[in-house]
């Protein structure tokens, strides 16, 4: 079996599952996914709950279904090989996840239940909400505030097989358990082809990196992890499932949010934001997000430069007094590269970036709603915000509630994230873009909560031969 130190290192160029090692069980037997994203351009995510007078029918249903559809991370890339040689698609791509209270319903007892807290807890209850500063339960979407115990994403790149898959799922589904709600996800992208969420803004950018192939093209684009190294240990990912069945069974905690997006609200304050610092609306942007909208960091500069790969190697160094890119700006809040040991004497920089680096996630979100980027919607389309982790607490909950939300993270005075700090609150914006002076502005909270839950992907054998 793999020692911890094998997840707490990764090889320099990550991991090769063509070529896979020691880690060759690992793949075999984790969920796809997880360590790198499944590209599909929709996907469906079924909310689940079971009858517990049949659970041993729900049991059956989900090890044919795990069978059927559910691909390990090695399939997911020997797919993706075959797709790259011979064109041949990899047709539907399947995840399952069950809920702490999921697992109960199907008669697992405690000590064979994942135990991270916020799991254990789930993302109604009232302490986490008001750590989170999430709604009431009552002001969400009807379907998330019901007993959720299990989520199916089903992707694929061709619409219609999805959606008669998912029709099919769906009909075996019903003599087993309630469909409580049901997500329908897609990838936006803008007239360059990339990735963009419902503001505009490419999306997927900086990521913990796992497999080669993935790290050596970071390398490529962006000559090397000079200023920010990307790549990750297994450990900030993965951990151990207490109910797998050989012996490198790991799992992954999943995070799971829909985040609606007032594309209208947005773009109006983004105006006022420019107006009121005599800035073009782009800058105006970037200072919100932290990149220009086609991806250029603007700690770098202050126009957008077209990269087709934005770039991730980049860090605050030459930006410590937040001149360029602002504390409170969404990349800078969820992912400081080092800001928290310039600012804080203890424990020493060094550490105090290992120690940011280990609250990273791996963000899988797609959108919904409105699919014409033309359109400026108030209502109705966002983000179904997905990210992967090994311990909840210290990474999503973390992100949000110690980084995001506070207005005195980095420092007293920064105001919360514009985008996702929860409340709003008023920032400090640079008049102009490298120099001290700043102005006062509230830019309002665009984005908003309507469910969410905390699951566990658990192992391929474990889901294969449930019992
Ligand atoms: C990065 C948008 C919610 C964490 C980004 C980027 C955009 C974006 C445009 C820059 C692209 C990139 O670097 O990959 C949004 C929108 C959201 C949202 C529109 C809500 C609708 C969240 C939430 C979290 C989060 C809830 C976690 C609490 C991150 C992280 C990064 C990121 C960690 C990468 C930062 C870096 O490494 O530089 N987001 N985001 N985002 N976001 Fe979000």
């Not at 969920?31 to 659970?55: A, C, M, P, T």
């Not at 697992?108 to 909400?129: L, V």
């Not at 970071?218 to 990307?230: E, R, T």
Request: charged share 25%; glycine share 8%; with cysteine.
């Amino acid at each position: 079996p793999l020692k911890p130190e094998d997840l707490s290192n990764i090889p320099e160029t990550g991991i090769d599952p063509e070529n896979p090692g020691k880690y060759q069980g690992l793949l075999e037997d984790l969920q796809g996914n997880i360590l790198k994203g499944h590209g599909r351009d929709y996907s469906v995510h079924l909310f689940l709950q079971w009858d517990r007078e049949q659970s041993d029918d729900a049991k059956q249903w989900i090890k044919t279904f795990s069978q059927t559809y559910v691909k390990s991370a090695k399939q997911q890339s020997d797919d993706a090989l075959r797709y790259r040689k011979e064109g041949i698609s990899g047709g539907i791509f399947a995840n399952f996840f069950l809920t702490r209270k999921g697992y109960e319903a199907l008669g697992f007892a405690p000590f064979k239940i994942p135990k991270n807290q916020p799991f254990t807890m789930g993302m109604k209850n009232q302490q986490i909400r008001g750590f989170l500063g999430d709604p009431e339960v009552e002001k969400w979407e009807i379907g998330f505030q019901k007993e959720i115990h299990a989520l199916i994403l089903i992707a694929d790149d061709d619409l219609n097989n999805l959606l008669q898959t998912v029709n099919h799922i769906c009909q075996e589904l019903r003599q087993i358990a309630v469909i409580l709600h049901r997500e329908d996800g897609f990838i936006l992208r803008n007239k360059a082809g990339q990735i963009i969420e419902h503001f505009g803004f490419v999306d997927g950018v900086s990521q913990p990196l796992f497999i080669k192939r993935e790290i050596v093209k970071a390398q490529v684009n962006d000559c090397g992890f000079s200023q920010w190294d990307s790549r990750a240990p297994l450990d900030i990912v993965l951990v151990k499932d207490p109910n797998g069945k050989t012996e490198d069974s790991y799992g992954s905690y999943l995070v799971y949010r829909k985040l609606e997006q007032n594309v209208k609200g947005f773009r109006e304050d983004q105006e006022n934001l420019a107006r009121t610092l005599n800035i073009k609306e782009d800058l105006a942007g970037a200072l919100v997000v932290g990149r220009f909208p086609d991806g250029t960091p603007v700690t770098k500069s202050d126009i957008p430069t077209y990269a087709v790969t934005p770039t991730n190697n980049f860090n605050y160094d030459e930006d410590v007094s937040a001149t360029k890119c602002p504390f409170h700006a969404h990349i800078r809040k969820t992912n400081p590269r080092g800001d928290t040991g310039r600012v804080e004497s203890s424990p020493g920089y060094d550490e105090s970036l290992g120690i940011e680096r280990s609250h990273r996630i791996t963000r899988r979100g797609v959108s919904y709603g409105e699919k014409d980027p033309n359109q400026a919607p108030e209502r109705g389309s966002g983000l179904l915000f997905l990210c992967f982790q090994a311990d909840i607490e210290n990474q999503f909950n973390f992100i949000q509630a110690r980084w995001a939300n506070p207005n005195r993270f980095v420092k007293v005075g920064v105001g919360p994230d514009p985008l996702i700090g929860q409340p709003q609150g008023s920032q400090k914006w640079p008049e102009k873009w490298g120099e001290e002076d700043t102005k006062d502005h509230c830019f309002k909270l665009w984005v908003s909560m309507k469910g969410g839950e905390y699951f566990f992907a658990p192992s391929l054998s474990f889901l294969m031969k449930l019992t």
